[in-house]
């Protein structure tokens, strides 16, 4: 099929649904859940057939897009007829689930490459198990339990669980090469794990969460050997345990859960769904990168795609966490207002979910053959950070010692990405020369070590006794560090545009984000005042593009040579 014309019946098929479900909302009493639920089965079913409709990315990716924009402009403005906008918006709760919802399905088409199956367990999952918890909590729900935010049923809980394992076993019984007892034990994990996701998630997350984990789940059981069965069983163990311990942890009237607090945790420290989201662009930029070198032709989406930026969310939580803990002194006099410091969020809180993060770490890398060892050196490397090397009497005093011990952690999260992606096509650092190997770790290595800079510079008024790169350097010295850091990673970029024949877009990326960067710098250099002093957004912009360039050359040169 023309991917313009899937594009516009896919577009069309969505718009079609809801003004049909307003039609039918004028004539029928519908209570506004289930008119919600009808777009989203229905939605679900259109999606389900994008594999067969599509053989490449880029159109669902726009046709998801361009309904994500639909619906903000439909929910945000009053140019649509009221009914129209009741279907997504008249329920009593606050809800993004219909902005998750197209989001996931890109995500799930990307991460999921050319294998359907892997593409559409998680998204018969969302389309039914989601609906099947609502409509029977709504109709049957008698016995309740507390959830992050307000209350479930346990009859919607069981429901979702009933759907998510027959979507699952279904499918894995029919149309897989396992056994039986896989299929049931792989069955089980998936729908115990996502039946949890739906009960803690708020907000509609539950919608990109639940089929995220459900690809990831059924990634690491088709790549893991033989450790497919127990990761599976020994994952849904300790999560079922990890949770209800957590849930069922005493507490006084009125104050709020553990899923609560870490809940307003995640929601102003670290917001998921954009911290996935810059997962997703570091190591499939550093892939895609790899791609150029090796001179392969393949799609940039593949199952090991999953796993390379499930590690790298998992990573930078578990830095984020082990910070929360590190700073912890520091930020109970300089940032008091802080969830930790002001008590908002318990420091048992941050320690499980420490645990946890650390834990999911390693099950997500079974699947990763030789590349697990690498992981295990990471994630062994954060927690000397974490331990200040155990000497921390020394770097707690010494920030540049402490730079020059914790920052190699971002080498080493740089070799892991090229081992795995050798892992993933069967090839070996060996075949690269060692100065490409070199170039390749220090072009990313190069912008995160100067937004560890930038994030530490402060206008002279600003300074207090929190230790910063201007005081230790003075002003003028540190935000030339930056520079010369940036200054690097630009011209290894323009090194990789010549030798590895990339199109201007490539060099184009960085060079923009290196101006805007420069421009940062001259305007604080000299003007310096707190407002100028804010350097971090231009380094962090810099880090991004410089991860984002090969992805984007990646991103068109596919999307010119399927158009």
Not at 29 to 57: C, D, N, Q
Not at 400 to 423: C, D, E, K, R, S
Not at 501 to 528: D, E, K
Request: charged letters at 15%; hydrophobic letters at 55%.
């Amino acid at each position: 099929m023309n991917s313009y014309l899937g594009i516009a019946l896919t577009v069309g098929g969505v718009s079609g649904l809801m003004v049909g479900t307003a039609a039918v909302r004028k004539r029928v009493a519908i209570h506004a859940e289930t008119a919600r639920k009808i777009v989203h089965v229905g939605s679900g079913l259109l999606a389900l057939s994008l594999p067969w409709l599509f053989t490449t990315w880029w159109p669902v990716v726009i046709a998801c897009g361009v309904s994500a924009i639909g619906l903000a402009v439909l929910r945000h403005t009053n140019w649509f007829p009221v009914r129209l906008r009741e279907v997504i918006g008249s329920v009593d709760r606050e809800s993004g689930g219909e902005f998750y919802f197209p989001l996931a399905i890109a995500m799930l088409f990307l991460l999921a490459g050319a294998d359907p199956l892997l593409y559409c367990i998680p998204v018969l999952i969302l389309t039914f198990a989601d609906t099947a918890a609502a409509v029977v909590g709504l109709r049957f729900g008698c016995t309740h339990y507390r959830s992050t935010r307000g209350h479930k049923s346990v009859e919607g809980s069981l429901a979702f669980f009933v759907v998510s394992f027959l979507c699952t076993y279904s499918v894995l019984l029919r149309f897989s090469d396992l056994t039986g007892f896989d299929s049931l034990q792989i069955a089980v994990a998936v729908a115990v794990v996502t039946m949890l996701t739906e009960a803690i998630a708020t907000d509609g997350l539950d919608n990109l969460l639940s089929p995220l984990i459900a690809l990831v789940l059924l990634v690491t059981s088709f790549h893991g050997s033989a450790f497919g069965p127990w990761l599976q069983i020994g994952s849904t163990v300790l999560l079922v345990t990890a949770i209800v311990t957590l849930q069922r942890r005493a507490r006084e009237p009125g104050q709020k859960s553990f899923f609560e607090r870490m809940q307003a945790y995640f929601s102003g420290m670290f917001v998921i769904p954009v911290h996935i989201a810059i997962a997703a662009v570091l190591y499939l930029g550093v892939a895609s990168l790899m791609k150029s070198i090796y001179g392969l032709e393949t799609s940039l989406f593949t199952a090991y795609s999953v796993i390379g930026v499930c590690t790298f969310f998992f990573h930078l939580l578990i830095l984020r966490l082990m910070d929360e803990l590190k700073d912890l002194e520091v930020d109970r006099v300089l940032f008091c207002d802080r969830p930790v410091p002001s008590g908002r969020v318990r420091v048992s809180d941050i320690k499980s979910s420490l645990a946890i993060a650390s834990v999911l770490f390693v099950l997500t890398n079974m699947a990763a053959g030789p590349a697990l060892w690498v992981a295990l050196v990471l994630l062994g490397y954060a927690y000397l950070m974490f331990g200040y090397f155990f000497i921390p009497e020394i770097l707690r005093r010494n920030l540049l010692l402490n730079l020059a011990t914790h920052n190699p952690v971002v080498a080493v999260l740089m070799l892991y990405a090229m081992v795995l992606f050798g892992v993933e096509y069967g090839l070996s650092l060996d075949e690269v020369s060692g100065s490409m190997v070199a170039l390749v770790i220090a072009f990313y290595w190069a912008p995160i070590f100067a937004w560890e800079i930038s994030r530490k510079i402060r206008a002279p008024e600003e300074e207090n006794d929190y230790v910063t790169y201007s005081r230790i350097f003075g002003r003028l010295r540190a935000v030339l560090i930056a520079t010369v850091a940036q200054t690097a990673a630009l011209i290894i970029g323009l090194y990789f545009y010549r030798t590895l024949s990339l199109s201007g877009l490539f060099p184009g990326v960085i060079l923009l984000a290196y101006v805007i960067t420069m421009a940062g710098h001259i305007r604080f250099v000299l003007r310096p005042n707190p407002r100028s002093s804010k350097l971090r957004p231009f380094a962090e912009g810099y880090v991004l593009a410089v991860f984002a360039s090969g992805l984007l050359e990646q991103f068109f040169s596919e999307l010119f040579t399927w158009s």
